[in-house]
Nanobody, 122 residues
C-alpha cells in the first residue's frame, strides 16, 4: 500500500503562487503515475494534471495549462505542483493520487492522499 501526504496549501492572493508537495511512503514514485486533483465546494472532483509512471508524458487540464507545472523528484519520493498566477477559481482542496504504471491521464488512480486546502482571495 502507498501512503501519500500532501502539504503546501494555504491562503494566497490572486496572482500569487504556491507549491504543493506530495510525499510517498511504502513504494517509490518511479513506478507510479502521479496525478493532482481538486474539489471545490459543491463541485465534483476535477483532474488538474498527471505525469506518467515513466515521467515521459504530462497532461494538464485546460483550466491550468500554462500556470501549473508538475514535477517529480524520485530520490525524495516526492512530486510537486507549482501553481502560478492563481485565480479565485482555483480555490479547492487539492489531492495527490498514484497509480502503478499509470498513464498520467484523467483516469482511475488507486492511492489517494488526504488533501490540502488552497484558498485564493480576490
Amino acid at each position: 500500500q502507498v501512503r501519500l501526504v500532501e502539504s503546501g496549501g494555504g491562503l494566497v492572493q490572486a496572482g500569487g503562487s504556491l507549491r504543493l508537495s506530495c510525499a510517498a511512503s511504502g513504494r517509490t514514485f518511479s513506478s507510479y503515475a502521479t496525478g493532482w486533483f481538486r474539489q471545490a465546494p459543491g463541485k465534483d472532483r476535477e483532474f488538474v494534471v498527471g505525469i506518467s509512471w515513466s515521467g515521459g508524458n504530462k497532461y494538464y487540464a485546460d483550466s491550468v495549462k500554462g500556470r501549473f507545472t508538475i514535477s517529480r523528484d524520485n530520490a525524495k519520493n516526492t512530486v510537486y505542483l507549482q501553481m502560478n498566477s492563481l485565480k479565485p477559481e482555483d480555490t479547492a482542496v487539492y489531492y495527490c493520487a498514484a497509480d502503478f504504471h499509470g498513464s498520467g491521464r484523467d483516469t482511475q488512480y488507486d492511492y489517494w492522499g488526504q488533501g490540502t486546502q488552497v484558498t485564493v482571495s480576490s
